[in-house]
């Protein structure tokens, strides 16, 4: 089941967090290059698409910055990470989140 993040407007520019800590088994953290792609849209229109300007890892916590979108279309993100553990080998965690798009 899908996560879920509050609405956003099409003007703002907003992080929003996922935490992976429940999957992280310490004392291994999110490895750099964890990454947040747009898995699906439903909508009538994308001609202005939500954009992922960022992906930020900080402990177990990978912070995604989006800016635009479409007022009305419901995005699902793929956030995906790695963990540093290289014994016996490292373990990769997926979420998927929706966000839709409003105007406040």
């Given at each position: 089941?899908?996560?879920?993040?509050?609405n956003?407007?099409?003007?703002?520019?907003?992080?929003?967090?996922?935490d992976?800590a429940?999957w992280?088994v310490?004392?291994?953290?999110?490895a750099?290059?964890?990454?947040?792609?747009?898995e699906s849209?439903?909508?009538?229109?994308?001609?202005?698409?939500?954009?992922?300007d960022?992906?930020?890892?900080?402990?177990?916590?990978?912070?995604v910055?989006?800016s635009?979108?479409?007022?009305?279309?419901k995005?699902?993100?793929?956030?995906?990470?790695?963990d540093?553990?290289?014994?016996?080998?490292a373990?990769?965690g997926v979420?998927r989140?929706k966000?839709?798009?409003?105007?406040k």
């Amino acid at each position: 089941m899908a996560l879920s993040w509050p609405n956003k407007d099409p003007e703002e520019v907003l992080d929003f967090p996922v935490d992976f800590a429940l999957w992280v088994v310490s004392p291994a953290t999110i490895a750099a290059g964890a990454t947040a792609v747009i898995e699906s849209m439903v909508g009538d229109d994308a001609a202005n698409p939500l954009v992922v300007d960022l992906v930020a890892v900080a402990s177990d916590i990978v912070t995604v910055w989006l800016s635009g979108g479409v007022t009305g279309v419901k995005y699902t993100f793929k956030v995906t990470a790695d963990d540093d553990n290289a014994v016996p080998s490292a373990r990769k965690g997926v979420r998927r989140v929706k966000l839709t798009v409003k105007e406040k």
